[in-house]
């Protein structure tokens, strides 16, 4: 068993490794894995040994090659559901069996859950219903993987008020269990997203599923005022003034520039001669 569970998980670690292309080995692989999901009896005591672990850890690998090659493998994804499809048709199947496809489908995601398992939610549930009557603890298994999966696609389906003989009348032994957990858990979060969705769509948002960031990244952008309608701030002028200097009244007098000097008596009136420019000046000319 444990060997088991470590082989399964060494092929999802090379599938999730993006270093490998296991394309060519996909249709080997599958009838491996496929027969840990829906195998009759994968361990010796399958009352004491977790062969449900083991039927999980499938369905994940199982749900991982469809995704993965479900765009280059021809119609990888609805051979793997027309195989799990038989396991609900076949009376002879055991409710472990039953149980790893139903979790495989449920890997797969809520458009084959809702087109799939949910048809089949009346029949499999006259199947849990009699498994609780001789094994409480298998039946309770397959009844939480239903009601906990099926739940939120129930909600979008049936509209408030939440009444347990509709339930009933529509998925039959489960529709008491699926009423309950409707109600009291998915009803309220339901609403509150319905509510978001509508603020959103008047916020002229167009894509519902963005993160919250994004979101309101685009309610401010969406609140932005347009280049036409921003107009331009008056500027106020500026009147150009000239600032005379005034005197000041503490500021003291300058004294009087003194007059050049008079030339001496007897020297004639004749004045000096300027002194030539540098350019004409002579070294013999320097005593």
Not at 90 to 103: E, F, K, T
Not at 106 to 115: A, M, P, R, S, Y
Not at 154 to 168: C, E, G, K, N, W
Not at 196 to 207: D, T
Request: proline share 8%; net charge positive.
């Amino acid at each position: 068993m444990s060997s088991l569970v470590a082989l399964v998980k060494m092929v999802k670690a090379l599938l999730s490794n993006k270093n490998l292309n296991l394309e060519k080995y996909i249709h080997k692989l599958l009838p491996a894995i496929l027969s840990v999901v829906v195998g009759k009896q994968l361990c010796a005591r399958p009352d004491q040994e977790n062969h449900w672990s083991l039927r999980e850890v499938g369905a994940q690998v199982l749900a991982q090659i469809c995704k993965s090659f479900g765009a280059t493998t021809a119609a990888v994804q609805s051979r793997v559901t027309k195989l799990l499809s038989q396991v609900f048709s076949d009376d002879s199947s055991s409710l472990p069996q039953r149980y790893g496809a139903m979790v495989t489908l449920c890997e797969l995601g809520t458009d084959v859950c809702k087109n799939i398992l949910l048809p089949q939610l009346k029949h499999e549930g006259e199947i849990v219903r009699k498994a609780i009557e001789t094994d409480k603890a298998t039946g309770e298994k397959v009844q939480q993987l239903l009601v906990q999966h099926l739940g939120p696609i129930v909600v979008t389906l049936q509209s408030p008020p939440d009444v347990v003989d509709v339930y009933r009348r529509d998925y039959g032994f489960l529709g008491t269990a699926l009423c309950e957990h409707v109600s009291t858990k998915l009803r309220a979060s339901h609403a509150k997203a319905q509510q978001r969705i509508q603020l959103q769509k008047k916020a002229g948002i167009r894509n519902w599923q963005t993160p919250l960031g994004e979101q309101v990244k685009q309610i401010q952008e969406k609140q932005k005022p347009t280049p036409t309608q921003q107009q331009p701030k008056a500027q106020p002028q500026q009147q150009s003034r000239t600032i005379t200097p005034q005197p000041s009244t503490n500021q003291k007098p300058l004294p009087p520039m003194p007059s050049a000097p008079k030339p001496a008596a007897g020297t004639g009136s004749t004045a000096a001669k300027p002194s030539a420019p540098l350019s004409t000046i002579n070294l013999s000319d320097i005593t």
